[in-house]
């Protein structure tokens, strides 16, 4: 093991700090690493293996298309493309996709639409576009991207930044109301704050932020790419607050964990602004990439997964609940996915990460002494418990 980690650490860039775990195989919630030790896979990815690893049918769907055809670029037509966008907008009740590959991909893709529709269809006069985001957030690390982060660490030495985005609290409708003006192309907000620790707004910000939006004739931006497709219990995390979105990002469990696919769907009107040259990606949409996400549409379609987040969610955050005041101080989250934090004073979040490895259950920290956990949604209420049994052992005081 100590082999791969050392040629790890002196050719690949040290832009994660990966637990010392070295992976070889992965099977429904379980991986093996190179000397056969089994774990429990308590972070799936951030959600990217929403349906836990190999999957057998987003198994036979890749292995079925990487016989036939896997990339033809964008300057040909494909048996794939057509099918995923029409299958992805009627699941999500959307009128257009655009298919890209990375997170960060259509994050960027939907800020580049929603300021192109602004100068278009809304009027706002070229260069003066502003889109209003939430403090905490994390939208991906691009150049773009970074400019309106407020972690420092994604921020420090990597300007200049990209101007016209105004930063608001997350959560604070006041705060909201006051950065919306007559040049505000959109807001971007994440329906629940991953990175963050698992953040969930206060009832009705969402419902607020439509009608705010709704009277600015600004758009309305969701980021569903760790929230959305049944982790929190909804196909769309959003769907909690009974609200619907212009524009949706959705990554991650889109492409099953086996390729890199995300989207952006939403109103005709607004992504029909693009037109050939503006916009592109040689990967985005490929035959590959579109075979395995119309599979995952397929699991997807039948409720089973957000049925299955919503009962083993009950189950995790009722049982993290029992350990606040006896190593946690707080437990957030919704669905299959929760923030937890570690009572002040005990160990930190990367110290509890490397103690539960050591037990056969794998998840990460952030911020400190925040874990995340996101099993895969296919994962047994057995398999479960066995997780949080373990969080319990590492955490309690």
């Known amino acids: 093991m100590t082999s791969f980690i050392a040629l790890d650490e002196q050719w690949s860039t040290h832009n994660y700090h990966p ?3 070295v992976l070889t195989e992965g099977d429904g919630a379980w991986v093996t690493d190179v000397e056969g030790r089994r774990y429990l896979d308590f972070l799936s990815a951030y959600s990217a293996l929403n349906f836990g690893h190999r999957h057998p049918a987003l198994v036979e769907a890749a292995t079925t298309q990487l016989g036939r055809i896997t990339l033809t670029s964008r300057a040909f037509h494909h048996d794939q493309l057509g099918p995923f966008c029409a299958e992805l907008a009627a699941l999500t009740g959307t009128e257009m996709v655009l298919p890209m590959n990375s997170g960060a991909e259509a994050v960027e893709s939907a800020l580049k639409v929603a300021r192109k529709w602004a100068y278009e269809a809304k009027g706002i006069p070229d260069g003066q576009a502003e889109i209003v985001v939430a403090g905490s957030n994390f939208h991906g690390r691009t150049t773009t991207i970074v400019s309106f ?4 660490s994604a921020r420090a030495h990597f300007g200049p930044f990209t101007p016209g985005f105004v930063v608001v609290k997350y959560g604070d ?4 109301r006051d950065a919306i003006t007559e040049r505000t192309a959109a807001v971007l907000l994440e329906p629940v704050q991953g990175e963050a620790g698992v953040i969930v707004p206060p009832d009705g910000y969402f419902a607020e932020a439509r009608r705010l939006c709704d009277e600015a004739g600004a758009l309305l931006i969701a980021d569903e790419i760790q929230s959305g497709l049944a982790r929190t219990g909804t196909l769309l995390a959003l769907d909690h607050e009974h609200v619907r979105a212009d524009l949706y990002t959705l990554g991650k469990a ?3 964990g086996i390729v890199p696919l995300s989207a952006v769907v939403g109103r005709r009107d607004v992504l029909g602004v693009l037109r050939p040259g503006e916009h592109g990606s040689t990967f985005g ?5 579109c075979a395995v996400g119309r599979a995952v549409l397929v699991l997807l379609s039948s409720g089973e997964y957000q049925q299955r ?3 083993l969610g009950a189950h995790l955050h009722a049982r993290l609940g029992e350990l606040i005041g006896h190593g946690l101080a707080e437990v957030r989250g919704r669905g299959l996915w929760a923030g937890i934090d570690i009572t002040p004073g005990g160990l930190s979040g990367r110290q509890a990460s490397e103690a539960l490895a050591e037990k056969g259950v794998l ?7 925040t874990l995340r956990l996101a099993p895969p949604l296919m994962i047994s209420e057995e398999d479960l418990d066995t997780g949080i049994d373990a ?7």
Do not use: F, Q
């Not at 982060?149 to 420092?152: F, K, L």
């Not at 409708?173 to 909201?176: H, M, S, Y």
């Open 19 to 21: 637990l010392p775990v």
């Open 149 to 152: 982060s407020t972690d420092e």
């Open 173 to 176: 409708v006041a705060a909201l």
């Open 254 to 256: 889109l492409g099953g």
């Open 285 to 289: 949409g490929n035959p590959l990439a």
């Open 309 to 311: 987040s919503t009962a």
């Open 363 to 369: 998840c990460k920290e952030t911020h400190g002494n």
């Open 391 to 397: 969080i319990a052992k590492v955490v309690r005081r």
